[in-house]
């Protein structure tokens, strides 16, 4: 007698979707279940990867509206887990999922799975930032690197993090009714290491161009850059919190000091005109902008006298077209 063959269960997006209610629930009341006894089959809702992509596909903006409330929530590291519990994170998010047991004990880094659901929760509840925490470390998978000392090394995760990010968009657009909130949580990816490279040796120029690179983005990167302090050192800690406040009261200084004194000298623009005699024109303003980089990077001192601009725009005639 020939053995009867099971139909191929149909994707179920509304099993998922179940799944993903339970998981923001936990999330919102904190009352996660027992765990099972060894052999059990979970008491809470599970789906599979067909089940979330057909979820994806049918109801993506609920879904979005699901993990915003899981990682805006007071508890989102037990949100986190019940994502990972139910599925969720293995068929949407398995950039994610790949973090999970990634480090601690294995090699000497903190577990990087650990380290996200507290950067999650210990970030300002701004959906930028909460998404750019949850990201924030994806590259490290792909980038860790053990040196024969043993020393373990990320280098260059927080632009293989960005790059898949871009990849996990297309995949998942979930933020593509947002394209502002899309652009600032792949900006926070790739640039969350900066004001942790903060020293008090940089120069205003320095602080400058680090605030005019950010952006509007400052506040979130600051943000960002406290969360991601998980140390369990409290003079460590403490430490690395007053370096990023250090670097905010910089830059709140210099930009005070640039509103009431601008770092070009006033009439700088009738100086170039009587100096190199030329005409009103765009090239003035243009002249304006490349001292205004040069400043920036560095190159030459702000609030100088115009005599100094000059010098610096005669030494450098051939580059500046003069």
Not at 132 to 140: P, R
Request: proline residues 7%; aromatic residues 6%; charged residues 30%.
């Amino acid at each position: 007698m020939q053995e009867e063959t099971k139909a191929p269960k149909s994707p179920d997006p509304q099993r998922a979707m179940t799944a993903l209610a339970w998981a923001v629930e936990r999330a919102e009341r904190g009352t996660p279940p027992p765990p099972a006894e060894p052999g059990e089959a979970p008491t809470h809702p599970v789906a599979d990867s067909e089940d979330f992509r057909a979820a994806s596909s049918l109801y993506l903006p609920d879904v979005r509206r699901s993990i915003d409330r899981i990682i805006m929530s007071r508890d989102a590291e037990d949100g986190l887990d019940a994502l990972l519990e139910c599925g969720a994170l293995a068929a949407m998010l398995p950039e994610v999922k790949a973090m999970v047991g990634f480090g601690d004990g294995e090699w000497r880094h903190k577990d990087v799975w650990k380290h996200t659901k507290q950067v999650v929760r210990q970030a300002v509840p701004r959906l930028e930032v909460r998404w750019a925490a949850l990201l924030h470390d994806i590259g490290k998978v792909k980038t860790r690197t053990i040196s024969p000392s043993g020393e373990v090394h990320f280098f260059g995760h927080a632009e293989v993090g960005a790059r898949m990010f871009d990849r996990l968009d297309r995949r998942l657009p979930l933020f593509n009714p947002e394209p502002a909130l899309k652009s600032s949580v792949r900006f926070l990816i790739l640039h969350h290491l900066r004001a942790s490279q903060y020293e008090a040796s940089w120069t205003d120029s320095a602080v400058r161009r680090f605030a005019k690179e950010m952006g509007d983005q400052l506040q979130d990167l600051l943000d960002l850059s406290r969360a991601d302090i998980t140390t369990k050192r409290p003079e460590k800690k403490k430490k690395g919190l007053r370096q990023i406040s250090d670097l905010a009261d910089r830059v709140e200084q210099i930009q005070k000091q640039d509103a009431v004194v601008p770092p070009l000298p006033s009439g700088i623009g009738d100086e170039i005109m009587r100096s190199f005699g030329l005409p009103p024109s765009r090239k003035i303003g243009e002249l304006k902008k490349a001292l205004e980089a040069a400043v920036d990077s560095g190159e030459v001192p702000s609030h100088q006298c115009a005599d100094v601009y000059l010098a610096f725009l005669r030494d450098n005639a051939g580059r500046f077209g003069l």
